[in-house]
């Protein structure tokens, strides 16, 4: 069946970049998504990228996708306090009915 | 436009009790999800709605039943409830489209404890 893993607990230093990583087990899965929840709030969509893509840009976030070793990352350039939050991998696993499989989440710690 | 509308945003229950959490988006989507939140394991799918009037299971139906009677809500039903339902429920919608990226969006949580 499906799994999607991801590290527990991320601390990084103000201003330096951080990486947070994912791995999945679907090879058949078409998109991937990153998801940021903040504390007392819903899951927010950051980004996603598309299975035949290797990289994907979107202003401070990088999208990496390694799809010979299932392996997902995100790297957040700059980090910011506002940054710290938990970050949700998910990959989609089914056209019908949207399904979506989600990691158990990474907690980014941000020091000032 | 509120997107995804989640109410009670709290609750606590006893053993035993029945409450319903109540799920509406405005965005016209035709695909809604319910799922439940527990420390260190992500999130995982109770039941889901595919249309008004349809529903399905999930991976962790047990205890939970739902209800689509109209396209923009989407019920979360605890007949009974039990300790072990003491989590964070999240509801989700997106649109229907079976190719292409179609994300799902989410209300911001209805905190749930059962004493």
């Known amino acids: 069946g499906e799994d999607v893993e991801q590290s527990l607990f991320l601390s990084v230093r103000e201003g330096d970049s951080s990486v947070i990583n994912c791995t999945y087990t679907d090879s058949s899965s078409t998109y991937l998504y990153w998801y940021k929840q903040e504390p007392g709030a819903g899951l927010q969509l950051l980004t996603y990228i598309f299975s035949n893509m290797d990289m994907k840009q979107d202003q401070r976030l990088t999208v990496l996708l390694n799809k010979k070793d299932k392996h997902l990352s995100l790297r957040i350039a700059d980090t910011q306090t506002g940054d710290s939050a938990i970050y949700f991998c998910?990959?989609?696993?089914?056209?019908?009915?949207?399904?979506?499989?989600f990691g158990g989440g990474t907690r980014l710690m941000v020091k000032p | 436009n509120a997107g995804v509308t989640q109410t009670p945003k709290f609750r606590v229950l006893k053993t035993g009790q029945s409450m319903t959490l109540l799920c509406a988006q405005d965005m016209n989507h035709e695909y809604m999800y319910w799922y439940r939140q527990d420390p260190g394991m992500g999130l995982r799918l109770i039941h889901y709605?595919?249309?008004?009037?349809?529903?399905a299971k999930g991976e962790v139906p047990d205890g939970y039943n739902v209800s689509r009677l109209k396209k923009q809500n989407f019920l979360l039903g605890l007949e009974s409830a039990a300790p072990s339902q003491t989590s964070v429920y999240f509801c989700?919608?997106?649109?229907?489209?079976?190719?292409?990226?179609?994300?799902?969006?989410f209300g911001d949580g209805t905190r749930l404890s059962i004493l």
């Open positions: 989700a919608s997106s649109y229907s489209l079976r190719v292409g990226n179609q994300p799902q969006h």
């Open positions: 709605s595919v249309g008004e009037g349809t529903t």
């Open positions: 998910a990959e989609k696993v089914s056209d019908a009915g949207n399904m979506l499989t």
